[in-house]
């Protein structure tokens, strides 16, 4: 692989990263995007968005998209206008001095693989998942991670969501909207959650709780039909039957390159703004769920990639000759 020096690297290949590419394409700063590559931990080009079926609410596709469809028309505009790909994964970077050192493969190689003199780091967040049997090949297809992305599919149906969080507890209300009956199954009996919310759900004639219960299947061929239950304190073991099941036990940002030079915040995003993508670091530009742990949508974490984009726009014009 040739090394490149590039006046703007973008780090990963979701809506924020793409997005980024598109616009720093089309200002003529031909980026760089590394956009990762599949690993058997669930990594992917095209982030989240690749394990999802049909995307209804990302404006502009009035019959839907499905999520890889939507990432790959993404990508096309992107190298449309100039935006060159490498499918590697990032190994170590070095933001200690500009132009930034970015290396892919052996961190211990020098000199660095890339350099750059600007860097959008969008390299999104991911679902902590149950790790369980069925998991893996239902998420899409009754099994998803995101209520607002997906509730509208489940009118009427009985469902599920696994944690006790104010994320299972916002998700569990939320699709009370939708579903016939929302049963709330966490290992504990207690939940997590804010107080305000767990009343909120208590409330709530449509949910009801499984305490002290684990899943330890996702059951259904081709969609979830149902799961399997342990109750932790007798170890009982049964079944229930679902429609669908939403696992909301939390998310982990990808900071992990990052975290010895950009300030993460108390959840452990990278700390942007306020009102812009700017870092610590002079120069690097953060966008979408790297940086955001209250929205995490595909079209909010597009509109904070080009915010990244015009950002790292007006630093270089700024900044060099
Ligand atoms: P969280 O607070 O870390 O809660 C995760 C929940 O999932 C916990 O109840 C945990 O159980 C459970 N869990 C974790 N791993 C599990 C596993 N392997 N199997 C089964 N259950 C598992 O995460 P979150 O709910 O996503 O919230 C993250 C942060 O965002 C929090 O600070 C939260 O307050 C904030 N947030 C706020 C709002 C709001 O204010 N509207 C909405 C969403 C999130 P245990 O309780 O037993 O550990």
Known sequence: MSNTHNKIVIIGSGPAGLTAA?????????????????????????????????????????????????????????????????????????????????????PNETPPTHTSDALIISTGAQSVMLEVEGEKRLLGHGLSTCATCDGFFFKDKKIAVVGGGDSAIEEASFLTKFASEVTIIHRRDQLRASKIMQKRAHENPKINFLWNTEVTEILGSNSVEGVKIKNTKTLEETKIDLEGIFIAIGHTPNTSLFSNELLIDDLGYIKTGPNNTTTNVEGVFACGDVQDHKYRQAITAAGSGCMAAIDAEHWLEANQN
């Open 22 to 106: 598109i616009y720093t394409a089309r200002a003529d700063l031909k980026p760089l995007v590394i956009e990762g590559e599949p690993s058997s931990t669930g990594d992917q080009p095209g982030g989240q968005l690749m394990l999802t079926t049909e995307v209804e609410n990302f404006p502009g596709f009035p019959n839907g998209i499905l999520g890889p469809q939507l990432m790959a028309e993404m990508k096309a505009q992107a190298e449309k206008f100039g935006a060159v790909f490498i499918t590697r994964k990032v190994s170590k970077v070095d933001l200690t001095q500009n132009p930034f050192k970015i290396w892919i493969g052996d």
